[in-house]
């Protein structure tokens, strides 16, 4: 026997295998015919668009009606301009300055708990109070003779 035999054979083998299968039925989904709901909404929209035009029509009377009894007279007036623009300035100045000094204590209460957490010296961590002051001198923060004199007001006695 040669391969070209052994081939046919199994080919005939298969063939014949094939042959015994039964046919399975897949069953097919019914598929139910809706009605179409297009009518429904066609009559819905026109009921809205009636009960809409009927609204507009009995209704545009009265509103002409009400504007022709309550006519403006005065125009709104604008509030005074504040005459004195020298004074809001310099309170403006002075508003911008404290915020400035404020936002100066900020970074160094910052700064100098930033540098007591880095060396784990926690009694060194300053916090501000009500009034605006630092409960200690931030001494892990370098300031010249000057800046150390002048900073010293900003700390609570």
């Known amino acids: 026997m040669n391969i070209s035999d052994l081939v046919k054979e199994k080919m005939k083998a298969n063939q014949v295998v094939a042959l015994n299968i ?5 069953p097919q989904p019914k598929v139910e015919k809706k009605s179409s709901n297009l009518w429904l909404w066609l009559i819905i929209l026109f009921i809205g668009l009636s009960y809409g035009a009927m609204f507009y029509f009995a209704t545009r009377g009265e509103s002409q009606q009400i504007i ?3 006519p403006v007279d005065k125009p709104v ?3 005074p301009i504040s005459r004195n623009l020298d004074s809001d300035i310099s309170y403006l100045k002075k508003a911008v300055e404290e915020l400035q000094h404020r936002q100066y204590l ?3 209460i910052t700064n100098q708990n930033v540098a007591a957490l880095q060396k784990a010296e926690l009694e060194s961590l300053v916090q501000l109070t009500r009034d605006w002051l630092l409960d200690k001198f931030p001494h892990l923060i370098d300031f010249s003779e000057e800046g150390r004199k002048d900073f010293h007001k900003n700390v609570q006695r």
């Not at 039964?22 to 897949?26: A, H, Q, T």
């Open 106 to 108: 900020l970074g160094v």
């Open 22 to 26: 039964p046919e399975v039925e897949i």
């Open 68 to 70: 022709a009894n309550n």
């Open 77 to 79: 007036q604008p509030s």
